[in-house]
């Protein structure tokens, strides 16, 4: 039960053996994973484990120094270099928010949205708008759509930065601490919208230290340290009884704050 | 005394005047030729390759370590020896162009860097191209952190279009070096002249702390 490796449905998104090296330092270590449709995994460890190198590298952020990763059914080989064609492909079924945001601060949300649809999957300037639109409506955010990124809370702009993610119909969204630079209140709206995108059967990773959001929303939690997965399964089962003594040493640690 | 210095300003102010517009056109001409070749170098030595960084860089500390008045002489004097002959108004503005070029090139790459890392990343994660990350994100906002600099350049480059007096050129110092030949009254007309230039340089200063704090308070 803990370990729902073979699942029914062919994995969404594979990861086989992948590794990344800075230097001679090994920040994600022959990770293996696969994530079925529809599917929540959520990612806990210590800072410096390589969450964010491995979130970075399956779209390719960073490249990876060995491994394969295949989403709906397409592989793309990173030993070495991987192909501006290829890398496209990967990238346009992957969505990534970042901890930081990373809004265009000098276009208006709406603007953050309806750019990249134009320009990435060639929508015209009304298809953009409405989509982005009815996103905004999803997101509780459509009276900001003319505000400038600066003019709103940190949680809109993880909203909107959201909402930019999933206009571009990922099979896949990548989440990278999305609340760690916010507030309680304001990322608990954050929170909200990732629930109610996981309700609607959006495929999700998140790295994250909300214990609740991870026992209550993921399918599967999974603990890294040293670049490693050191333990894996139902979240509530990781969580209330660790099987791997670091998992105990960072759960504790994580509570105590 | 006082008012026979006033009826003498009146007599060489039209000749100053006249000086003052061709000092603006070849300022402004400079500047738009420069700025746009500027971003273009500023492009080229933030670029990835280096075999395209490094040639560019090149140019432009070359451009930037060469006097203005180098410049200058070397378009007008120098040049002819390899057949390029200039009439002094266009060789003002092609040596001013090329230093206008060096300088806003660097504060334009500053601008450009200044540009978030964390902007561009999200920009290769939705997918968007090397080209419209730059054309869409970075390029707008560097310039528009780079334009207080840029507008304080411009003032620079108009007091120092001053030099090009040394090629003959009738703008605004050698309408004064003339007319102070001719009536020997030196420090007159050229208290005169100063005062011209200030007449341009204070209220542009001016315009330029202003822009720049909307600037900042628009971008905070
Ligand atoms: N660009 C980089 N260059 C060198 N080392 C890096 C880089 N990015 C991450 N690292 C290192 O890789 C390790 C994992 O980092 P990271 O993935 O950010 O961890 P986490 O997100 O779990 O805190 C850390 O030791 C970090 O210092
Ligand atoms: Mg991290």
Known sequence: MTEPLTSPARPILSIEGLSKQFGDHTAVDDVSLDVRPGEVVAIIGPSGSGKSTLLRCINLLESPTTGRITVGGIPTEVDGKVSQRELVALRRKVGMVFQSFNLFPHLTVLRNISLPQERVLGRSRAEADARSMALLEQVGLASKASSHPPRCSGGQQQRVAIARALALDPSVMLFDEPTSALDPELGLEVLSVMRQLADEGMTMIVVTHEIHFASDVADRLIVMADGRIIEQGDPKTVIDDPQVERTRTFLSAIRDR | ?220
């Open chain 2, 1 to 220: 005394m006082s008012t026979s210095l006033i009826n003498d300003w009146g007599e060489w102010l039209p000749r100053l005047w006249d000086g003052l517009l061709v000092s603006l056109q070849v300022t402004g001409l400079s500047l738009v030729l420069g700025f746009v070749i500027g971003l273009g170098f500023a492009l080229l030595s933030s670029a990835g390759s280096g075999l395209v960084r490094w040639p560019a860089i090149l140019l432009v500390e070359i451009g930037r370590g060469m006097p203005a008045l180098v410049m200058l002489q070397l378009v007008y004097f120098g040049l002819p020896g390899v057949g390029i002959t200039f009439d002094a108004f266009p060789a003002t503005v092609v040596a001013l162009t090329l230093t206008t070029a060096a300088y806003t090139s660097e504060i334009i790459r500053a601008g450009l860097r200044a540009v978030p890392a964390g902007e561009l990343e999200a920009a290769d994660a939705l997918g968007l191209s090397h080209v419209d990350a730059m054309r869409f994100v970075v390029i707008p906002q560097g310039l528009r952190i780079a334009l207080p600099t840029l507008m304080g350049f411009a003032i620079l480059i108009f007091q120092v279009s001053a030099l090009a007096y040394s090629l003959g050129l009738p703008e605004l110092l050698g309408q004064a070096y003339s007319i102070g030949a001719a009536t020997f009254r030196y420090l007159d007309v050229l208290v005169l002249a100063g005062l011209l230039y200030l007449a341009i340089t204070i209220p542009a200063s001016w315009l330029v702390d202003r822009l720049e704090r909307r600037l900042s308070k628009h971008l905070g």
